[in-house]
């Protein structure tokens, strides 16, 4: 094979997940997924420091998600944008609402005593789970946090961006995408958090609750992006 024939980076991402840009997003998601572990191992980080932190990933990943709607089509966008809020701020309002009362035993009415109008009471509640997540999150949070929202948005440049994906998802695809992954981790994640506390949370097992979530998150990753990336 002479080396014009050589296949590039642009050739292999053009025709499957495995390009330059590919690789480095994928690389810096493990790496802001090991943050969590220098949590547990330095900073006496337990289970609920942990899930609130991957809980918290969802806001960042519907931030995105939102974004990539209004890049796809500002106008269609903004009114499904409008309703994927609503609809997504209310998911997540339960979903950490079920933590921070299973995992923290805090306890929280799910609806505020004084409710906004209509489907706002939705968005009311989650501003009232990042308050409370926010209370009792660890010091390092906010570090983990802003680590999550570059790595997502490394991902959203490089492989909506710059790659195929902004040509090849419509609208409702985009609004779609963040409950299936939300479904399928956390439910492995809330399993295997709950088996932590029912073992005393030895530190053995809060590292292996870290690495459950790299793998699933790395496998769940690639599946998505190979997935899009492949010749249609």
Known sequence: ???????????????????????????????????????????????????????????????????????????GGLGMGLFFTIHY????????????????????????????????????????????VLAIAPPEWLYAFAALVVSHGISFIMNFLLGAERDRLKLKQLMAAPYARIFVLHIAIIAGGMAVMALGQPLFMLVVLVLLKIGMDVALHLREHRKLAAPR
């Open 1 to 75: 094979m002479s080396l014009s024939q050589v296949p590039s980076d642009a050739d292999i991402s053009q025709s499957g997940y495995g390009g330059l840009r590919e690789r480095a997003s994928l690389l810096v998601l493990v790496l802001v997924n090991l943050i969590p572990l220098v949590g547990v191992l330095f900073f006496d980080w337990d289970v609920l420091g942990l899930l609130v932190l991957y809980w918290s990933e969802n806001l960042v990943l519907g931030f995105y998600t939102l974004l990539r709607m209004l890049v796809k089509s500002p106008l």
């Open 89 to 132: 701020g209310g998911f997540c309002a339960v979903h950490g609402l079920f933590i921070l009362v299973l995992a923290g035993g805090v306890e929280m009415d799910p609806v505020p005593a004084e409710p906004w109008p209509l489907f706002l009471v939705f968005p009311q509640m989650l501003i009232n789970v990042v308050r409370q």
